[in-house]
């Protein structure tokens, strides 16, 4: 019935994202800090590691998302 074909539908859906086809799908799934940060082995020079997207993956977020500290 339509739980098997929702069913199927996801697993299509998500073999599409880990097969990188839909590149958007993709980077959207890979963000991190409500979508303002990107998960990376090593943050770029205009980015700062805030947080962690898994146990050795940074979440790299570009120094004018993050919030602006108090008594830096």
Do not use: Q
């Not at 890979?30 to 962690?52: A, D, L, P, Q, Y």
């Amino acid at each position: 019935g339509a739980s098997v074909l929702l069913t199927v539908c996801l697993i299509l859906f998500l073999l599409a994202v880990k097969s990188g086809a839909n590149a958007f799908i993709r980077r959207f799934f890979n963000t991190c800090w409500r979508t303002k940060g990107i998960c990376r082995k090593s943050c770029h020079k205009s980015e700062i590691f805030h947080v962690f997207c898994d146990v050795s993956i940074l979440c790299c977020i570009d120094k004018k998302h993050l919030p602006s500290m108090v008594g830096k």
